[in-house]
């Protein structure tokens, strides 16, 4: 079992779960994070963290997101991230703060 990072993510790079990540398994692209699949223990940690609803666990993954468990192997091409950043808050964040 990983966890996964979904399109909620997109445009939000909300990074509070990166800094919990006990293994540095997310990746940072310019838009949004990944999870490297073989590198995350599945501990949970970054779960509760998103406060976009973003990250789920690849056994409960909704369908709508299924395409994203093929997006999130591609995490080892991206350069990890370990520390909390300012969100990207992109026009398409559904997160934005008001």
Same mark, same amino acid.
């Given at each position: 079992?990983?966890?996964? #990072?979904?399109e +909620? ?7 509070? &779960?990166?800094?919990? &990540?006990p #293994? ?21 940690? @970054? #779960? +509760? %963290? @998103?406060? #976009? %609803? ?15 468990? %093929?997006?999130n ?5 991206? +350069? ?5 950043? +300012? ?12």
């Amino acid at each position: 079992m990983t966890y996964i #990072v979904t399109e +909620p993510c997109l445009d939000c790079k909300y990074t509070d &779960c990166a800094a919990v &990540c006990p #293994v540095e398994a997310f990746h940072e692209l310019s838009d949004r994070l990944l999870i490297n699949p073989d590198t995350c223990i599945d501990c949970d940690a @970054c #779960v +509760p %963290e @998103c406060p #976009v %609803e973003a990250i789920f666990s690849d056994m409960s993954i909704p369908e709508e997101y299924l395409n994203w468990l %093929e997006i999130n192997k591609e995490a080892e091409n991206y +350069p990890i991230i370990s520390t909390k950043i +300012p969100a990207l808050y992109g026009s398409n964040c559904k997160g934005q703060p008001e």
